[in-house]
């Protein structure tokens, strides 16, 4: 159709284009909508082909790219089904392995079973401990502990095996005390005996045979002399059935428990006591009143005495660091004698004797540093060797001897050994410091603490010396200088250190020594200067070293001990001491009062007054003390003592808040230990509180009188020995009360604990569970504790009995060299004044025979001879008047002195010269005989010797 240009242009608007096109052909027409799809449909496949081409195109581009990727996915796809494919193999191989592990391993069950156990047991430890530590005990878990708190008959068994071990060690120390003085004194007998000539036999006569107890074999010779000390213990004495001697036996108990437990009493006496009788006191007593440290209780308190007297010590004895150094405090020498006994000797043995052992036995080590001495051997050598005189003068200066070669090298040698040996010993005491004894360690810690704050401005250095000097060289020296003395090696009587061992041993302790304290070689020895640098080095390990000793814990950690301690024991503590002991500790308390308990209202003063004067008659049940003789072996007799605190105020003063508050504290604890167990925490919210307010149901009662009823038993077995005690606090009938009131009771003390401050309601009394829960920790590794002592007991033991076989054998060999003397001396019986003849048939089996007169002897010509000095009451006019007679007695040494005025008897004495050697020895020159008669005790001995053994 022809457009329409008639007129003039114009623009159309949509309208007009609708008008127009609507006019043609409908919008709504067939054809129009058949060609606008098929417009539609063609317009598409442009697109859609142009996008097509346009793709391919770009992968034409890009072809080697997508080939790559392609490849790439393949070879992941293929190798993760490789990988699950080996995964299905390996798991099929692994299940077919652990299958035949598990029938392999069948017969290992119970091994397995006991490892699991014992892991798992660990385990729960750990995480009971770290519970602890953490403050977050549960009361559900200290409930299923709570049976560990409980008695059982193991537990008296070895309470009791443990006190038996305790006092035969006990027994065995005093045994072996005795036998070194035995010892002792027999080299100064036979001494004497062999410089007199006269006999020997005797000599052992109050010894006995056979290596038995000297207090023993004399009461044993006294049975059949003293008819009325054989019922001491029975009927009178001590521990006789009388109200009176129990009421004293208890006294004495509380008396010691005291000494024991409050360390100021015996540390004042210490001190307030002459110093001449301190040092045999503190030996007798002071570690039999603690038996020797034998548990942790004892050692415990032992070191509490040690620490309180020595800060006494220093305090008031020490004006300046070096006192203690160059002086010999009386404290540290009683905790050198402490340690040096038992475990801590054991555990020195254990850490230095292998060392010392191998030094002893390299028979190639000669280590001298004293050039001129190198020099002689070495002449000495030349000339053994060859046979011909070396052609070297003997006595040369150090300087000479210094100046030949074969002497340098000699020298260089033993230097580098040394230097060699310093470093075993020296690396082996700094990494074996658990090898020394906790006391030791302890009391350097507070010898250092003491000095630092007695002397502020002073050095760590130097106060370390200090230390050093305790350690080091008053307790580990020792026993490198002198081995044998010390039980560092296996003793054989007939094997004595040489010269080279003993030099050895010296010079290595010597360098250990000069580096503890930092001392160096000056001009006087100038070869060996070349040591200082090698010292220095040794010093600064040792420094290290004492640092780390004074970093042990408290005692009261150490041994696990606390407040509580005294009133949970078991067994009762006992000590094993001799009746003289215990009087001489009650006189020295009774002179040195106003010392030792300077305040009137000391407990103390209440116990002396109840016990008044000590006598050792009464304590024996004695008529009298006539017999001193016989009452001083009688003294020696051992005493056990079941040490218990003292009653009405007297172990301490009663009404305090405090006192009461802890009773409170315990009572509580112990109604717990029978009321949780029985009652059901969990269905009770699981705290504290809930529980005690819970309904109280008829299995819970039963349970609970279960549980009251199983304590009584066991404190009734206590109650069947002597020796345990399983402490009531219950002074009432409170500890049977039924369960609701219990409960009740318990909710009512925690109230009043509350506002004393020692719990709160805020956080479930958590206060008294976490108690409760270290109690039962506590319990627990006292078990093990006293499973360690019982082992350690036995070790002891078999030290100390191969100590006393050692010192058997000595005498055996002593009395050997006796017999051999005596048969010496037999044979120059021709020149004696008397001579015994000695019997073998079995009637008079070594009986004595006298076979000469007695002498007698006017006073006139003894007070010539100066034998006789004066006689009380009688002029010198009137000396004719008098004879003295000399009667020779059966047993040898032993003569019958009897004086006579105008030819009638008037005295009779008996004399040993064993006796008069003694007082001879000791310095006394006169001898009262008779009471009036002083005579001169070397005369009288020269005058015995020219008339009867021909001297």
């Known amino acids: 159709m022809e457009p329409n240009i008639r007129g003039g242009a114009g623009v159309l608007c949509v309208e007009d284009i609708r008008a127009a096109v609507g006019g043609v052909s409908g919008v709504h027409s067939q054809k129009f909508l058949k060609g606008l799809v098929f417009f539609q449909a063609r317009a598409r496949g442009a697109l859609a082909r142009s996008r097509l081409f346009m793709m391919l195109d770009w992968y034409y581009k890009r072809e080697k790219d997508i080939v790559k990727i392609q490849a790439l996915w393949r070879g992941r796809r293929d190798r993760k089904n490789l990988a699950d494919m080996v995964t299905i193999k390996v798991k099929e191989r692994r299940k077919s392995v652990k299958a035949k592990n598990l029938r392999d391993l069948a017969r290992y069950e119970k091994q397995v079973v006991v490892i699991q156990r014992a892991w798992r047991a660990r385990k729960a430890r750990l995480q009971w401990a770290e519970m602890l530590s953490s403050g977050v005990a549960t009361l559900e878990t200290v409930v299923r502990h709570m049976h560990l708190l409980n008695v059982r008959d193991q537990d008296f068994r070895e309470e009791l095996d443990l006190q038996s071990a305790r006092g035969h060690l006990s027994k065995l120390i005093r045994q072996n005390e005795q036998y070194e003085q035995e010892l002792d004194q027999m080299d100064v007998k036979i001494g004497l005996l062999v410089q007199n000539r006269i006999s020997v036999q005797d000599c052992l006569l109050d010894k006995g045979k056979g290596g038995a107890m000297t207090g023993t074999l004399k009461r044993e010779k006294l049975k059949d002399n003293n008819k009325n000390y054989s019922d001491i213990g029975t009927h009178r004495g001590l521990k006789a059935l009388k109200k009176e001697s129990h009421d004293k036996l208890q006294a004495y108990q509380h008396l010691f428990y005291m000494l024991q437990t409050d360390p100021s009493y015996l540390a004042r006496l210490m001190f307030a006591m002459p110093q001449s009788k301190t040092t045999k006191f503190l030996e007798a007593v002071i570690l039999t009143l603690y038996n020797f440290g034998g548990n942790a209780r004892e050692e415990f308190l032992l070191l509490q005495l040690f620490k309180t007297a020595l800060v006494e010590e220093l305090t008031t004895r020490v004006e300046k660091i070096n006192d203690v150094v160059a002086g010999n405090p009386l404290v540290i020498k009683l905790v050198i004698s402490y340690n040096r006994s038992g475990r801590g000797g054991c555990g020195l043995k254990e850490l230095l004797g292998p060392l010392v052992k191998q030094v002893l036995e390299d028979s190639k080590l000669k280590i001298n540093t004293n050039p001129v001495e190198v020099y002689k051997s070495w002449v000495n050598q030349m000339e053994s060797e060859t046979g011909q005189a070396a052609g070297l003068p003997y006595d040369v200066s150090q300087e000479v001897a210094l100046g030949y070669e074969e002497v340098q090298k000699r020298l260089d040698k033993s230097i580098k050994d040394l230097k060699r040996m310093v470093t075993l010993f020296l690396a082996t005491i700094i990494n074996g410091i658990d090898k020394f004894p906790y006391g030791i360690l302890y009391m350097a810690k507070v010898l250092f603490a003491i000095m630092k704050d007695k002397f502020p401005d002073a050095l760590d250095k130097d106060l370390l010396k200090v230390v050093g000097n305790l350690v080091y060289y008053r307790y580990v020296n020792p026993t490198i ?235 009734d077995q206590a109650v069947k020995t002597d020796k345990l005690d399983l402490t009531n606090v219950f002074c009432d009938e409170e500890g049977r009360l039924p369960l609701e009131d219990a409960k009740r009771l318990v909710l009512k003390n925690l109230r009043i604990l509350e506002v004393a401050g020692y719990t709160s309601s805020k956080d479930g009394c958590q206060t008294i569970i976490t108690d409760l829960a270290r109690d039962i920790l506590n319990q627990r590794d006292h078990r093990i504790r006293r499973r360690g002592d019982l082992g350690k007991a036995s070790q002891v033991k078999a030290g100390l009995v191969n100590k006393q076989e050692y010192m058997v054998a000595q005498l055996d060999q002593y009395r050997q060299y006796v017999t051999h003397c005596l048969a010496n001396l037999n044979k120059a019986g021709n020149n004696k004044r008397v001579h015994f003849a000695t019997h073998h048939d079995n009637s008079h089996k070594g009986k004595k025979i006298r076979s000469k007169a007695a002498v007698k002897y006017a006073a006139t010509k003894l007070y010539d001879k100066g034998v006789l000095q004066t006689i009380e009451g009688l002029p010198n006019a009137q000396l004719k008047n008098v004879q003295f007679v000399f009667l020779p007695l059966e047993q040898d040494g032993m003569f019958e002195v009897s004086a006579r005025f105008m030819g009638v008897d008037m005295e009779r004495l008996v004399i040993d010269i064993q006796e008069l050697l003694k007082l001879q020895y000791e310095g006394q020159a006169v001898l009262n005989m008779f009471g009036k008669a002083k005579v001169n005790v070397n005369l009288l001995l020269h005058f015995l010797n020219a008339k009867f053994y021909g001297k």
């Not at 100038?526 to 040591?531: K, P």
């Open 481 to 715: 200088v002198a081995p044998e003395r010390f039980d560092m090696v296996d003793k054989k009587v007939d094997q004595n250190l040489n010269n080279d061992q003993r030099r050895n041993l010296g010079s290595i302790a010597k360098i250990l020594q000069f580096a503890a304290s930092k001392k160096g070689f000056g001009e006087e020895s100038e070869h060996l200067m070349v040591l200082n640098p090698f010292i220095i080095d040794c010093h600064d390990k040792f420094k290290n070293f004492f640092q780390r000793c004074c970093s042990v814990p408290e005692p009261d950690v150490q041994f696990n001990i606390d407040q509580y301690t005294e009133a949970v024991l078991i067994a009762k503590p006992s000590i094993y001491i001799s009746l003289s002991e215990l009087c001489d500790t009650h006189q020295l308390l009774l002179d040195h009062t106003d010392s030792v308990a300077p305040l009137a209202s000391d407990p103390l003063h209440t116990l002396l007054d109840s016990l008044g004067p000590p006598s050792l008659c009464s304590l024996l049940g004695a008529a009298d003390s006539n017999t001193n003789s016989s009452l001083a072996s009688l003294g020696k007799t051992e005493v056990c003592l079941t040490l218990s605190p003292a009653t009405a105020n007297m172990a301490r003063m009663a009404g305090s808040n405090s006192s009461d508050t802890d009773k409170l504290w315990l009572k509580t604890k112990h109604l717990l230990l029978a009321i949780l167990p029985a009652v059901q925490v969990e269905e009770c919210g699981r705290t504290l509180i809930g529980a005690l307010k819970s309904r109280t149901t008829p299995e819970q009662e039963q349970s609970y009188c279960d549980n009251l009823d199983k304590r009584d038993i066991a404190g």
